[in-house]
């Protein structure tokens, strides 16, 4: 009530005890903005503390910070020894996320009982990344996405025509590292085997009746190279697939395999395309050939690509969910897979390194995957 009396006085310009009324008011006034701008500051001050609190966590290097990046392996051997090898992969991963600005408290590595088991811990959120085989990529593709491709050594015959195959110089390992290898169809020395091979030579494709009449080596129905791809091969060029042949026997392994074509207990064998390379110096001494396995061989059908094992990572994990992390842990580990240390921790799941993934090169996979399900 002082203020607003005096406020008055000031605008009849009336003075007190010798004193300007509009100095007294001034002063008054000032005062009180003095303490209004003082709070008004506290309460940015507060604000700005309350919305730092909110943020993302930051360490004291300004990183993302991370608890734990949990990545589960495939059962490529026992869980122990596959742990075991994997395991400098924890600290190499951690210094190279590190680098492009993530500080990961552990990376956690574990080994799943099947390669189903990675896929649903995949699919859970209770793994953030996984090796996995294309397959089981395929599987659990609605709730994990494909980051990555592993490479292997690539041959140097990488292709469909069977003419290059059958002609000039052995196919070899080379220095190229590749996303994909192929599944073969590989006719021994037997009497029939023989015949067959010389028709397709001629550029003549064999009958089914023709195929039909050979005894064939095969692996099991999960295999890749040793049935699948060559069950949709077999699919596309005359409607069958393995399971309609009257005379098919399984391996438990490709050396068995190999042996029966060897001896001439079987006419044709289904197999990786570097299955040839791989039993050179075993095919006389162990496995009961008489000649070298590149006069006694010979191939007839050569599959699409089969494209190589797989590190995905999880749609429901959170960790996973932010994009520019996804990257990094692949750039990460692509770093990685050019270091000697890296190819050592990798040796026991049979990759040379990593390189970005397409989904859509998983495509003949889906479509195996169709077939095995009568779609």
Known sequence: MQSRF?????????????????????????????????????????VGLLAGCGSEKKSSTGSNE????????????????????????????????????FAVGKVSV?????????????????????????????LFDKEIDVLLTALRQGISKDTTDVKIWNEGEPEKFNDKLVQHYRSVLVTGPSAKGKALLEKVKKGKKPSWEKLNGLTWTVMSPAS????????????????????????????????TSMARLASGQADIAVAFSHIRIRNEKNWQTKLGGTDTIWKQTGIIGVTDKIY???????????????????????EALIEIGKTKEGLDALKILGHKGYDWAD?????????????????
């Open 6 to 46: 005096y406020y008055f006085l000031y605008l009849f310009g009336i003075e007190r005890h010798g004193c300007s009324i509009q100095y007294l008011i001034a002063k008054e006034w000032g005062i009180k903005m003095k303490k209004i701008v003082a709070f008004i500051m506290f309460l940015c001050l507060f």
């Open 66 to 101: 991370i608890k734990e990046l949990k990545i589960a392996v495939s059962p490529y051997q026992d869980a122990e020894t596959v742990k075991t090898a994997v395991g400098p992969l924890s600290t190499m991963l951690q210094g190279k996320l590190k680098e492009k600005g």
């Open 110 to 138: 574990s080994v799943g009982t099947s390669y189903s088991a990675v896929g649903e811990a995949l699919s859970a959120g209770s793994a953030d990344a996984g090796f996995v085989s294309g397959a089981t990529y395929v």
């Open 224 to 255: 890749a190279s040793g049935y699948l791809y060559p069950s949709l091969f077999l699919k596309k060029e005359y409607g069958k697939t393995i399971a309609d042949l009257a005379h098919v026997v399984q391996a438990e392994s490709y050396t």
């Open 308 to 330: 190589n094992d797989t590190v995905c990572v999880s749609k429901t994990s959170k960790t996973m969910q932010d994009q520019k992390f996804r990257k990094a842990f692949g």
């Open 359 to 375: 989904a859509k090169n998983y495509d003949d996979e889906r479509r195996v995957q169709r077939e095995l399900k009568g779609k």
